[in-house]
């Protein structure tokens, strides 16, 4: 039996989420090697060399004129601006503070695309948010330290949250005209070419690196990059821009089981309750309220005490 599209966008959010909240622990080990902009370099050329294998395999042609708008614009914004503020972000404050303030995103996301998209806000959709974001600040509270913040990490950490809000919605349109591996790849190469700047840095850093740091810079254009992308572009394609946003709300509550299970960093009891709030908003914000079925019509000429009355679903 095949499998609904719907289903089908549910399982591609699901792996660019999982895959997304790999990033994290990947990036905390190449980002000791890498310099900010060397590591998201590195990570794009890496992704942008699987993604074009892939497109010659399927004998995938260029993007049509329509989606090149947005592509270039959440090539520039997300794949190039949002990546490299974020490694330099990470390098400045502690993970809990920068997975609080990143996380302001879907919260962008979901006004940018009213706003500019159209989309609609149903009473679910913000319910959820509203939850998401509290188990968001309950996990960056919970994992912050003691003064260890920085007003620079702060600030980058918003400039990568507007860049990943303004990247989304400039890509949903797109999407429209585009696949979502053409927009995938051209996306990533768009990135690529405006991070080729930090050429130097990513020889310089290569050739000082331990092999784990680059399997793992590696690692993040293969899966989190390259995967990762187009199954969200694949899933957006199918839902809209404030809905897909909130999803990505499950990330921090992943990261820090990842970070539970492979760096041996136990989260406390309000970490865990925060995380649980994280998933519980995901899922209120993609359920959908049940509709009762349609009364049946009347038969013909049948009296008032004949029909059947429509079944509650109170």
Request: charged share 10%.
């Amino acid at each position: 039996m095949n499998a609904s599209p719907s289903r089908l966008a549910a399982g591609a959010a699901t792996v660019t989420v999982l895959l997304w909240a790999s990033a994290f622990v990947s990036i905390r080990s190449a980002g000791a090697a890498y310099a900010p902009g060397a590591l998201a370099l590195g990570r794009l050329l890496s992704g942008a060399l699987a993604l074009g294998v892939i497109c010659l395999l399927r004998r995938e042609g260029l993007p049509p004129r329509a989606a090149w708008r947005g592509i270039a614009i959440s090539g520039l914004l997300w794949f190039g601006f949002y990546m490299v503020v974020l490694n330099w972000g990470e390098q400045q404050v502690d993970a809990g503070t920068a997975a609080l303030v990143v996380n302001i995103g879907p919260i962008l996301i979901a006004l940018l695309s009213a706003r500019l998209l159209g989309d609609a806000m149903p009473p679910r959709l913000l319910a959820g948010m509203a939850v998401s974001f509290a188990g968001a600040v309950t996990v960056g509270l919970s994992m912050s330290g003691d003064g260890g913040s920085s007003v620079l990490g702060v600030v980058l950490c918003l400039l990568a949250a507007g860049a990943y809000a303004a990247g989304v919605v400039a890509q949903k349109p797109a999407l429209g005209a585009a696949s979502a591996l053409q927009a995938t790849t051209f996306g990533c190469l768009v990135g690529a070419v405006a991070c080729l700047p930090f050429a130097g840095q990513l020889v310089h850093d290569a050739a000082r690196a331990p092999v784990s740091a680059t399997l793992n810079m590696v690692y993040l254009g293969v899966f989190p990059t390259a995967l990762a992308f187009t199954t969200w572009a694949y899933a957006l394609a199918r839902t809209t821009a404030s809905r897909m946003g909130a999803t990505t709300y499950a990330v921090p509550a992943l990261v820090v089981l990842m970070s539970w299970l492979f760096l041996q960093e136990v989260p406390g009891p309000v970490t865990l309750v925060g995380g649980a709030l994280c998933l519980a908003g995901v899922a209120v914000s993609r359920s959908r309220p049940r509709t009762p079925p349609p009364a049946p019509a009347p038969e013909p000429h049948a009296t008032p005490e004949q029909v059947p009355a429509a079944e509650s679903w109170d």
